[in-house]
């Protein structure tokens, strides 16, 4: 059974920075794409950047760009999202999610159930 | 960006009763190589990660109900659901991957009427 489950989420204060992290089991961890997709409270969906199977090709939306940085650790089925300089409109339920491919070519077929990151003073 | 956009925001459909959910993108989602369009939609239900329903447009995901369907024409995508269920109710979102930044729609409300 695919198993995605993340951590790291929390209160924070407007300019610090958090690590979320995203423990994945039941599969080939480096045989996928993996994401970080978010929703703020209410809203709809937003994927926030994917990263390859080898960690060669990154991307990111606009909004998170120069801010947030992925990463991954194939020894360790573990998937990683750097966020810096958080705002409050970065305040959402971040999912962790599972590629179809090996490339960022989709789509998500599995998604961890989330952790919520509030960015408040 | 492309952008997708889903119409109705919300929709109330009676139990065994059809339900459909339109989806159009801004420019064509096509991918050459292999002709396939590069949409999916997505179920959520209250309190849950979203579960992918279709994908290609048009192919089903191993274990969703053949009462889900995906249509396609040019740039309009479609999400058909045949024989409403009590399950089904929700938000559905369709998506396009085939280039990043990847895009959703704002999502469809499905409820029982």
């Known amino acids: 059974e695919v198993r995605l489950v993340e951590s790291g989420g929390g209160l924070i204060q407007p300019g610090r920075s958090l690590r979320l992290a995203c423990a994945a089991s039941g599969f080939t961890f480096e045989d996928h794409a993996m994401h970080w997709v978010r929703q703020r409270p209410g809203k709809g969906l937003e994927w926030v950047s994917g990263i390859t199977w080898g960690s060669g090709e990154k991307e990111y939306a606009d909004s998170v760009e120069g801010r947030f940085t992925i990463s991954r650790d194939n020894a360790k089925n573990s998937l990683y999202l750097q966020m810096n300089s958080l705002r409050p409109e970065d305040t959402a339920l971040y999912y962790c999610?599972?590629?179809?491919?090996?490339?960022?070519?989709?789509?998500?077929?599995?998604w961890g159930q989330g952790t919520l990151v509030i960015v408040s003073s | 960006d492309i952008v997708m956009t889903q119409s109705p925001d919300s929709l109330a459909v009676s139990l065994g009763e059809r339900a459909t959910i339109s989806c159009k993108s801004s420019q064509s989602v096509l991918y050459n190589s292999n002709k396939r369009n590069f949409v999916s939609w997505y179920h959520q239900k209250p309190g849950q990660p979203p579960k992918l329903l279709i994908y290609?447009?048009?192919t089903r995901q191993p274990g969703v109900p053949e009462r889900f369907s995906g249509g396609e024409s040019g740039t309009d995508f479609t999400l058909t659901i045949n024989s409403l269920q009590p399950e089904d109710v929700g938000v559905y979102y369709c998506q396009q991957y085939l280039s990043t930044p990847w895009t959703f729609g704002q999502g469809t409300k499905v409820e029982i009427k």
């Open positions: 290609w447009a048009s």
């Open positions: 999610a599972r590629d179809n491919t090996v490339a960022v070519a989709g789509p998500i077929d599995h």
